[in-house]
Protein backbone atom coordinates (compact mmCIF):
# COMPACT_ATOMS: atom_id res chain seq x y z
CA UNK A 1 0.00 0.00 0.00
CA UNK A 2 2.72 2.48 0.77
CA UNK A 3 4.39 2.32 -2.31
CA UNK A 4 1.88 3.88 -4.16
CA UNK A 5 3.26 7.01 -2.16
CA UNK A 6 5.98 9.20 -3.04
CA UNK A 7 9.42 8.78 -1.30
CA UNK A 8 8.57 11.37 1.77
CA UNK A 9 4.90 10.13 2.26
CA UNK A 10 5.95 6.49 1.96
CA UNK A 11 8.63 7.35 4.54
CA UNK A 12 6.58 9.14 6.65
CA UNK A 13 4.16 6.40 6.95
CA UNK A 14 6.73 3.89 7.63
CA UNK A 15 8.00 5.90 10.40
CA UNK A 16 3.81 5.86 11.52
CA UNK A 17 4.15 2.19 11.92
CA UNK A 18 6.72 1.96 13.91
CA UNK A 19 5.88 4.31 16.50
CA UNK A 20 5.88 3.47 20.20
CA UNK A 21 5.35 7.33 21.17
CA UNK A 22 2.45 6.47 23.17
CA UNK A 23 2.43 3.56 25.45
CA UNK A 24 -0.97 3.27 26.44
CA UNK A 25 -2.28 2.99 23.08
CA UNK A 26 0.47 0.26 21.93
CA UNK A 27 -0.50 -1.88 24.88
CA UNK A 28 -4.09 -1.70 24.26
CA UNK A 29 -3.88 -2.40 20.13
CA UNK A 30 -1.56 -5.34 21.18
CA UNK A 31 -4.06 -6.53 23.42
CA UNK A 32 -7.14 -6.52 21.62
CA UNK A 33 -5.17 -7.93 18.85
CA UNK A 34 -4.41 -11.05 21.57
CA UNK A 35 -8.27 -11.45 22.46
CA UNK A 36 -9.73 -10.53 19.15
CA UNK A 37 -13.77 -10.82 18.60
CA UNK A 38 -14.91 -13.93 17.78
CA UNK A 39 -16.28 -13.20 14.36
CA UNK A 40 -12.66 -12.35 13.73
CA UNK A 41 -10.82 -15.67 15.42
CA UNK A 42 -8.70 -16.39 12.29
CA UNK A 43 -7.48 -12.60 11.42
CA UNK A 44 -4.04 -12.00 12.46
CA UNK A 45 -5.10 -7.98 13.82
CA UNK A 46 -2.64 -5.62 12.72
CA UNK A 47 -2.02 -4.45 15.99
CA UNK A 48 0.17 -1.68 14.63
CA UNK A 49 -0.36 2.34 13.78
CA UNK A 50 -2.51 2.69 10.95
CA UNK A 51 -1.12 4.51 8.34
CA UNK A 52 -2.64 6.91 6.23
CA UNK A 53 -4.31 5.84 2.53
CA UNK A 54 -5.49 7.80 -0.31
CA UNK A 55 -4.50 9.59 -3.52
CA UNK A 56 -1.21 11.83 -2.71
CA UNK A 57 -2.35 14.01 -5.31
CA UNK A 58 -5.72 14.30 -3.70
CA UNK A 59 -7.88 17.88 -3.60
CA UNK A 60 -9.29 16.69 -0.54
CA UNK A 61 -8.45 15.56 2.60
CA UNK A 62 -10.38 13.60 5.48
CA UNK A 63 -9.26 13.68 8.94
CA UNK A 64 -10.84 11.10 11.76
CA UNK A 65 -10.08 10.27 15.19
CA UNK A 66 -8.49 7.47 15.19
CA UNK A 67 -8.69 3.70 14.12
CA UNK A 68 -11.62 1.54 15.91
CA UNK A 69 -10.18 -1.61 18.13
CA UNK A 70 -11.73 -4.29 15.34
CA UNK A 71 -11.60 -2.07 12.84
CA UNK A 72 -8.57 -0.72 11.36
CA UNK A 73 -6.80 -2.52 14.06
CA UNK A 74 -7.52 -5.41 12.78
CA UNK A 75 -7.46 -4.61 9.09
CA UNK A 76 -4.61 -2.25 8.87
CA UNK A 77 -6.05 0.21 6.54
CA UNK A 78 -8.07 3.30 7.65
CA UNK A 79 -11.92 3.04 8.37
CA UNK A 80 -12.00 -0.07 7.22
CA UNK A 81 -13.52 -3.28 8.26
CA UNK A 82 -16.01 -1.63 10.95
CA UNK A 83 -19.34 0.08 10.39
CA UNK A 84 -17.88 4.08 10.80
CA UNK A 85 -15.85 2.76 7.41
CA UNK A 86 -18.74 1.06 5.57
CA UNK A 87 -20.47 4.37 6.47
CA UNK A 88 -17.92 7.03 5.08
CA UNK A 89 -16.66 4.46 2.44
CA UNK A 90 -20.26 4.40 0.73
CA UNK A 91 -20.35 8.58 0.93
CA UNK A 92 -17.19 8.37 -1.32
CA UNK A 93 -18.16 5.49 -3.33
CA UNK A 94 -21.94 7.47 -3.79
CA UNK A 95 -19.30 10.93 -4.90
CA UNK A 96 -16.77 9.71 -6.70
CA UNK A 97 -14.24 9.31 -4.50
CA UNK A 98 -13.92 5.95 -3.94
CA UNK A 99 -13.87 2.76 -6.34
CA UNK A 100 -16.03 0.75 -4.59
CA UNK A 101 -18.33 1.53 -1.70
CA UNK A 102 -16.99 -1.38 0.99
CA UNK A 103 -13.83 -1.53 2.59
CA UNK A 104 -13.35 -4.87 4.25
CA UNK A 105 -9.44 -5.85 4.57
CA UNK A 106 -6.63 -3.76 3.04
CA UNK A 107 -5.81 -6.32 0.25
CA UNK A 108 -9.63 -5.51 -1.33
CA UNK A 109 -8.87 -3.40 -4.37
CA UNK A 110 -10.23 -0.40 -3.13
CA UNK A 111 -8.47 2.93 -4.23
CA UNK A 112 -9.53 6.53 -4.05
CA UNK A 113 -8.76 9.11 -6.28
CA UNK A 114 -8.84 12.84 -5.02
CA UNK A 115 -8.86 12.08 -1.17
CA UNK A 116 -6.91 11.07 1.15
CA UNK A 117 -7.92 9.82 4.76
CA UNK A 118 -5.47 10.53 7.66
CA UNK A 119 -6.52 10.42 11.46
CA UNK A 120 -6.01 12.76 14.81
CA UNK A 121 -4.35 9.51 16.63
CA UNK A 122 -3.52 6.31 14.40
CA UNK A 123 -3.57 3.74 17.31
CA UNK A 124 -7.07 2.41 18.66
CA UNK A 125 -7.57 4.23 21.73
CA UNK A 126 -9.80 2.46 24.67
CA UNK A 127 -13.53 4.06 24.34
CA UNK A 128 -12.23 5.43 21.25
CA UNK A 129 -11.13 8.23 23.03
CA UNK A 130 -7.37 9.02 22.69
CA UNK A 131 -6.11 11.34 25.80
CA UNK A 132 -4.83 14.99 25.20
CA UNK A 133 -1.33 13.83 25.10
CA UNK A 134 -1.54 11.18 22.85
CA UNK A 135 -3.43 13.12 20.27
CA UNK A 136 -0.47 15.89 20.78
CA UNK A 137 2.31 12.76 20.38
CA UNK A 138 0.26 12.01 17.00
CA UNK A 139 -0.24 15.83 15.71
CA UNK A 140 3.57 16.23 14.19
CA UNK A 141 2.99 12.94 11.80
CA UNK A 142 -0.61 15.16 10.49
CA UNK A 143 1.44 18.33 10.34
CA UNK A 144 4.17 16.81 8.19
CA UNK A 145 1.51 15.09 6.05
CA UNK A 146 -0.08 18.72 5.53
CA UNK A 147 3.29 19.52 4.34
CA UNK A 148 3.41 17.03 1.96
CA UNK A 149 -0.08 17.03 0.61
CA UNK A 150 0.41 20.31 -1.84
CA UNK A 151 -2.94 19.59 -3.69
CA UNK A 152 -5.33 19.97 -0.75
CA UNK A 153 -7.95 22.68 -1.17
CA UNK A 154 -10.56 21.22 1.13
CA UNK A 155 -10.20 19.42 4.45
CA UNK A 156 -13.37 17.86 6.07
CA UNK A 157 -13.03 16.98 9.94
CA UNK A 158 -14.59 14.39 10.53
CA UNK A 159 -15.92 14.91 14.63
CA UNK A 160 -14.56 18.03 16.95
CA UNK A 161 -11.41 16.20 17.68
CA UNK A 162 -9.98 16.27 14.67
CA UNK A 163 -11.45 19.45 13.92
CA UNK A 164 -10.20 21.56 16.73
CA UNK A 165 -6.87 19.51 16.58
CA UNK A 166 -6.90 21.25 12.79
CA UNK A 167 -7.95 24.56 13.67
CA UNK A 168 -5.23 24.12 16.91
CA UNK A 169 -2.17 23.69 13.73
CA UNK A 170 -3.41 26.63 12.23
CA UNK A 171 -3.43 28.35 15.11
CA UNK A 172 0.02 27.34 15.99
CA UNK A 173 1.02 28.37 12.84
CA UNK A 174 -0.01 31.66 12.80
CA UNK A 175 -2.26 31.04 9.88
CA UNK A 176 -5.48 31.81 12.08
CA UNK A 177 -5.81 34.02 14.79
CA UNK A 178 -8.22 32.47 17.08
CA UNK A 179 -9.67 29.23 17.65
CA UNK A 180 -13.18 30.79 18.39
CA UNK A 181 -13.75 32.41 15.43
CA UNK A 182 -14.50 28.73 13.90
CA UNK A 183 -17.55 27.09 15.38
CA UNK A 184 -18.13 23.87 15.23
CA UNK A 185 -21.48 22.13 13.61
CA UNK A 186 -22.47 19.37 10.92
CA UNK A 187 -21.99 21.33 7.20
CA UNK A 188 -20.16 24.48 8.57
CA UNK A 189 -17.81 25.50 6.30
CA UNK A 190 -14.98 27.90 7.09
CA UNK A 191 -13.09 29.87 4.45
CA UNK A 192 -9.82 30.19 6.15
CA UNK A 193 -8.02 32.94 3.83
CA UNK A 194 -6.74 33.42 0.61
CA UNK A 195 -4.85 30.33 -0.42
CA UNK A 196 -5.50 28.14 2.52
CA UNK A 197 -8.16 25.27 2.43
CA UNK A 198 -11.59 25.75 3.22
CA UNK A 199 -13.08 23.64 6.24
CA UNK A 200 -15.79 21.63 5.96
CA UNK A 201 -17.07 20.39 9.75
CA UNK A 202 -18.76 16.89 9.78
CA UNK A 203 -20.42 14.81 12.48
CA UNK A 204 -18.48 11.47 13.10
CA UNK A 205 -19.30 8.61 11.35
CA UNK A 206 -19.01 6.65 14.51
CA UNK A 207 -22.05 3.59 15.45
CA UNK A 208 -23.14 6.10 17.94
CA UNK A 209 -23.85 9.05 15.71
CA UNK A 210 -24.87 6.80 12.67
CA UNK A 211 -27.13 4.09 14.67
CA UNK A 212 -29.00 7.00 16.45
CA UNK A 213 -29.73 8.84 12.92
CA UNK A 214 -27.43 11.66 14.54
CA UNK A 215 -25.84 11.39 11.20
CA UNK A 216 -27.60 9.55 8.52
CA UNK A 217 -26.11 8.42 5.31
CA UNK A 218 -27.68 11.20 3.27
CA UNK A 219 -26.28 14.19 5.74
CA UNK A 220 -22.37 12.56 5.07
CA UNK A 221 -23.01 12.03 1.19
CA UNK A 222 -23.78 15.86 1.33
CA UNK A 223 -20.87 16.72 3.26
CA UNK A 224 -18.72 15.04 0.04
CA UNK A 225 -20.96 16.37 -2.94
CA UNK A 226 -20.13 19.62 -1.00
CA UNK A 227 -16.13 18.74 -0.63
CA UNK A 228 -16.07 17.80 -4.14
CA UNK A 229 -17.74 21.08 -5.45
CA UNK A 230 -15.39 23.33 -3.51
CA UNK A 231 -12.36 21.41 -4.70
CA UNK A 232 -13.30 21.76 -8.18
S1 LIG B 1 -1.14 7.32 18.57
FE1 LIG B 1 0.34 8.21 17.12
S2 LIG B 1 2.02 9.00 18.41
FE2 LIG B 1 0.83 7.54 19.66
S3 LIG B 1 1.89 5.56 19.41
FE3 LIG B 1 0.25 5.65 17.89
S4 LIG B 1 1.21 6.48 16.03
FE4 LIG B 1 2.58 6.91 17.76
Redesign the pocket.
Known sequence: MMDLFPAKLGALMRE?IA????PR??DHCRNVAQIKRRAYLEWEYWAK?VPSFGDPKARVLIIGL?PGAHGANRTGRIFTGDSSGDFLYRALYETGFASQPVSRSRNDGLKLKGAYITAS???APPDNK?APG?LA??RP?LERELDLLKDISVVVALGRVAFDGYLKILHDRGQIASRGSFPFAHGAEHHIGQGRPVLIASYHPSQQNTSTGKLTAEMLRRIFERARKLSA
Open positions: VCERCLRPAARCPENCY
